[in-house]
């Protein structure tokens, strides 16, 4: 499969670019100065009707209108989201969440990824939501690290199940639940996001009612109501990182969109105004509020060309590090016996979210810079068996990972980092990362996308299945039926 | 059934009733002053094992450790919350909703109040929940406006359906649900709920998940991941109200506290400490946060003691002026004509939520001040029929109602009113409330109580019918088989 190259920049417009502060943007000029010491001001003026504005732009934008590049990379994070769904699908966390919800399940109308049990469509939808983020291997939208396509594609591929679509409609309803869920990020974030909610989960919902609604058909008035009954189920704290919760988020967000686009198929009612009001969501969740960046340039600026896949199992903050370590121990041809320590000067949200010191699990590893960089140096990858129990419990990675050294450094940016290995032989080796591979500006190819869905899929499907249900992927928009990569995808 | 003389208010310890100011409370005395000017103070001090504390009591708690006073007012919640779920349970929103979900549905495990359709129990707890918040006359715990018994009762009732329980662990479950989500509203309250949250809906869910996994015998740890779940599925905007999204949000909390402490029973896991956390619910939903509500008296004092039943069949803060209206209509014969104007002093909060002054529909009623003293001054009543689409749109009310003149008086608590009625003749009336009938300190009586039931399920359940009920509500601490209530109240 070829690799296009796309400006995907190019697709942006102004205010995707500028995330601007405070909630000024819909004040009046003439509006009082913002009182101080308050907890938490109040709007100065109504906004425009955004959650109106936002539901007609999802009823009425067409597959035809997406640009090819959108279309593209809305391949790309189908591909990409198919393969960690299969990858997650036997770990422990979902044969608990299926073996717990077997006896509730409606008729079986869905498949899993990897698995042969089948579901009603939301629990399907929540379960293929848990799967896919698992491994924290996912889709990121890194200006607000949302991973857009557990909440979006999970609910859709079940609800495609159960009413057949085509390949270009899901195709434009994964793009605009994509759409929907990270301007709605943008809007909110930081923060949103730095006082603890985990934010794929609590605009996820957004995303999936939107996407699902969309190929419901759902008038302009229903998709309001939609969006309304999504902003009432927000999904997700940041305290339940490294815990089996921290999965449960996008996958009770698919859940809770399709729940909610449901309901409002059936003209179930919500207010008008819900993402806005001065009671509502934004007001109601985040200090800031910057509604243009859900009103403005739809159709024009697309949020889900920015999508990244991860070459490494674990969250986006690490990767700077890691992709440091791995270029240094490859050119270096460097042992661990040879390092006496490693110095990294990282952005404070590197410590803040992945400052344990003393993993004792795969999972909590993904919450251990010093183990992400001391696996790195030690076997040159950082995929799902470096984060494994065998990984973070190795004596030589244990011994290594103790002289390990990151200190915050206001200079580094997230996207950055500055590593040195300093060898015991005294020799120093910089390493300054400004853009980490799987980053919008140095992205995966579509070749490294699909050895990571093989390595993913190896040991769960056959050989020949995993390469079906990735041509599959790949020409999901030719497709007469979607619900065929659900199928493909399942364990026989 | 004869009515107990009760004092509730011996049941209460000091914590219930000292609302302290902003999360002072686990601070320690070397603290740093609070930061001027922050949006939101990051807490001083690792409070106490707040999530832990709390899970172990639930689990540890039994049925004779319950005062009689407790179980009395338990059994009048169980009654009064069956005969909203059945008044609600042909209601429009309703239709909606089994509608909307009954393709999506599990095995028939739960039946539905007053209607015939079974759902699997996530369903029907989620269905029974909207029902009995449709009319807004279930019960209320006043210091935190909680709706306590939606979101609990309706959840332990689908469950007891499946995996039968005794009445007298199902009375003790309830209770616990209860105390849970009312101790954690109290701990956040108001900040929480004066931002915009819908309390019922985001402290509903642990109750919900409480009581469910009481009935489940959750492990310590399993009560600790089934809150932590709870927390990462809060429900609920107060921008909602008005619309059918407000009774979505007790029928959501049921399902999600149901969904958390399903999947906590098979060890799904979340993080320890998802109530106290840094990044956890308290922290990231709240600017206040006083965690002795949560752990101080536990087993000695009891907020489900301090239930209240509605009389009128709306929102709480208009229920002085509603008694003030029937009170002076009564005891003065007057008829509409002879009424020149209303003039009311108020609490701040009653026009904030109910300041609609020309309500279309029923429902919009509900959050008509104007409205509601106008019908209760001509139909001396409050119930279901006078918030009706035929009494908002009745000539004679729409007119009494613009001369209905509500002030804000700082000096009126929201438990008060003050309500004049200006008569052609020059006349006044006034009229100063107290406590409204249906408060704490002015019970219905179980009477009352009863006479409320069989005016909701009128038209709906047989007589003989809706008497058998009442009387295994009354029994329910006696029964061998809890679901026993649910099998009774379904339509044939």
């Known amino acids: ?31 009082a100065p913002e009182p101080k010491g308050e907890a938490r001001a109040e709007p100065k003026a109504v906004p425009p009707e955004v959650t109106r504005i936002l539901a007609r732009y999802i009823v009425g934008a067409r597959y035809a209108d997406l640009p090819e590049a959108v ?31 077997k006896p509730f399940s409606g ?65 434009n309803a994964l793009v605009l639940g994509v759409e929907t869920e990270c301007r709605i990020g943008n809007a909110v974030y930081p923060n949103h996001y730095d006082v603890g909610w985990h934010i794929t989960g609590t605009a996820g919902v957004f995303g999936a009612a939107a996407a699902t609604g969309k190929l419901m058909g759902l008038s302009e008035q229903q998709m309001v109501w939609a969006l309304g009954l999504a902003a009432s189920q927000p999904v997700g704290l940041r305290e339940s990182f490294g815990s089996m919760n921290k999965s449960f988020n996008p996958g009770r967000a698919a859940s809770n969109g399709l729940f909610a686009a449901i309901l409002a198929s059936k003209n179930y009612t919500s207010s008008d105004g819900m993402i806005e009001a001065k009671r509502g969501w934004a007001n109601t969740i985040s200090t800031k509020q910057d509604y243009r960046e859900i009103t403005e340039g739809l159709g024009t600026r697309y949020e889900a060309a920015l999508n990244t896949y991860k070459p490494f199992a674990c969250g986006i903050v690490m990767h700077p590090a890691i992709d440091a370590a791995v270029q240094l121990r490859n050119e270096n041809h460097l042992v661990p016996d040879a390092i006496e320590r490693v110095d990294m000067k990282v952005h404070p949200l590197v410590l803040e979210l992945t400052g344990k010191t003393a993993p004792r699990t795969g999972l909590e590893g993904k919450f251990s810079i010093t183990h992400a960089v001391a696996v790195a140096l030690v076997e040159g990858a950082g995929g799902e068996r470096q984060f494994s129990d065998r990984a973070v419990n190795d004596p030589v ?65 056959p050989d020949d299945q995993v390469r079906r249900v990735m041509g599959l992927c790949w020409r999901i928009a030719e497709l007469a039926d979607a619900g065929e990569v659900a199928r493909a995808g399942v364990q026989a």
């Open 71 to 101: 279309r593209r990379e809305g391949t790309r994070t189908v591909l990409n989201w198919v393969g960690v769904a299969i990858g997650g699908s036997h770990h422990e966390t979902l044969d608990v969440a299926v073996s717990a919800l």
């Open 397 to 461: 990675i244990v011994a290594l990972r103790a002289r390990v050294k990151p200190v915050v450094d206001p200079a580094i940016r997230p996207e950055q980092v500055e590593l040195t290995v300093v060898l015991k032989d005294g020799r120093s080796l910089p390493r300054r990362i400004e853009h980490a591979i799987g980053s919008v500006e140095r992205p995966m190819s579509d070749a490294a996308l699909e050895t990571k869905f093989t390595d993913l899929a190896e040991g769960i499907l």
């Open 1 to 31: 499969m070829p690799v296009p190259t796309i400006d995907r920049r190019a697709l942006l417009g102004s205010a995707s670019l500028a995330l601007v502060g405070t909630g000024s943007a819909i004040q009046p000029a003439q509006a």
């Open 107 to 171: 008729p079986p109308q869905a498949g899993l990824f990897g698995r042969p049990e089948r579901f009603d469509i939301m629990n399907a939808a929540f379960l293929n939501g848990v799967a896919s983020h698992i491994f924290d291997y996912d889709d990121t939208h890194l200006k607000t690290v949302i991973h857009p396509a557990g909440p979006v594609a999970s609910a859709i591929l079940a609800y495609a199940e159960m009413h057949p679509v085509s390949g270009a409609d899901f195709l």
